[in-house]
């Protein structure tokens, strides 16, 4: 394997999803190396030497263990420029760029969980994101100024926020509003996220058949 080629530490129908998806707009090479979640792979020991949380996604690139979903989307559409999903240090838009890849993982999944967990927020001065309203009101503002998060111009950013609203949404976790349902659908035909359905499709078929394959065994 080409160590300039990133190794993707993947489970299907994770957030590494997202990463893979990102990497198939960057149009790169990549390495694979799949853990099978339903028997248990990413807690053993050779997992927990890439991270010791045993949680994917974990990138390794040029020898670099890159972790945690807004750094490794900062990190890879840096490292591979080509396909311009990142403003440049210098661009106007760089600064809100990370904001909104950052704000992902600060604000908008803590306020997920705890929805989803039913449980009240923290009291306003130690809530890493305030109140849920006030999160999913900022998102709706930045998606009225469409078609993307930074009206015509789209990012790396588009591919996180995609498929986490697809997602969230399709749980019922974030209410839907005509310009959140309006820029799934735009962001999520792009080809890539079919070719990333397909391979977790894939995948889970493969690993419920060695799941089963294990219990019977």
Request: charged share 20%; with cysteine.
């Amino acid at each position: 394997m080409n160590d300039d080629n990133p190794i993707l530490y993947y489970a299907p129908r994770t957030r590494a999803s997202s990463v893979l998806t990102l990497l198939e707009e960057l149009d790169v090479p990549y390495e694979l190396r799949v853990l099978n979640f339903q028997l248990g792979e990413q807690r053993k020991p050779e997992y927990f030497a890439v991270n010791p949380l045993g949680k994917v996604p974990a990138i390794v690139h040029k020898g670099a263990l890159v972790t945690e979903l807004g750094a490794i989307f900062i990190y890879l559409a840096d490292a591979f420029p080509q396909k311009g999903l990142a403003p440049t240090i210098g661009d106007a838009l760089r600064g809100p760029y990370l904001r909104w890849l950052v704000f992902y993982g600060s604000a908008f999944e803590p306020a997920i969980v705890d929805r989803s967990m039913k449980r009240e927020p923290a009291p306003a001065s130690r809530s890493p994101y305030g109140d849920f309203d006030g999160v999913m009101a900022l998102i709706d503002a930045q998606l009225a100024k469409g078609p993307y998060l930074f009206g015509e111009r789209f990012t790396a950013a588009d591919i996180l926020w995609g498929g986490a609203l697809r997602w969230t949404v399709g749980f019922g976790l974030v209410p839907e509003s005509a310009h959140i349902s309006a820029y799934v659908e735009r962001v999520t035909s792009h080809p890539c996220f079919a070719r990333v359905a397909q391979t977790d499709e894939e995948l889970l078929k493969i690993h419920e058949a060695a799941a089963a394959k294990a219990k019977g065994g």
